[in-house]
């Protein structure tokens, strides 16, 4: 899957996902900067670099959606834990 993203300096389109320079922030400062999150991605025709705004993970979640989808994921194992008689 293809995602066109158009360069904010020249206008060009490009594949986000070919152009990728950046995927994020370490692991460990995911919890304090999920808003921060970041898909650098560099012009091929100008060498600009910028946010993408294209890139998909598994086809429809945002850097900020899969963030707030691992963190649901992470409560509900708690909740689990919590509830399971012991």
Same mark, same amino acid.
């Given at each position: 899957?293809?995602?066109?993203?158009?360069?904010?300096?020249? #206008?060009?389109?490009?594949?986000?996902?070919?152009?990728?320079? #950046?995927?994020?922030?370490?692991?460990?400062?995911?919890?304090?900067?999920?808003?921060?999150?970041?898909?650098?991605?560099?012009?091929?025709?100008?060498?600009?670099? /910028?946010?993408?705004?294209?890139?998909? /993970? /598994?086809? /429809?979640? #945002?850097?900020?959606?899969?963030?707030?989808?691992?963190?649901?994921?992470?409560?509900?194992?708690?909740?689990?834990?919590?509830?399971?008689?012991?």
């Amino acid at each position: 899957m293809t995602e066109l993203e158009t360069c904010t300096g020249c #206008s060009a389109k490009f594949d986000a996902r070919a152009a990728l320079v #950046s995927w994020g922030v370490p692991a460990f400062f995911n919890m304090y900067t999920a808003s921060g999150v970041s898909m650098l991605v560099q012009c091929p025709n100008c060498r600009r670099q /910028f946010r993408s705004r294209k890139i998909r /993970f /598994f086809g /429809f979640l #945002s850097p900020n959606g899969l963030g707030l989808v691992v963190v649901a994921i992470l409560l509900l194992c708690v909740v689990i834990v919590a509830v399971q008689p012991g």
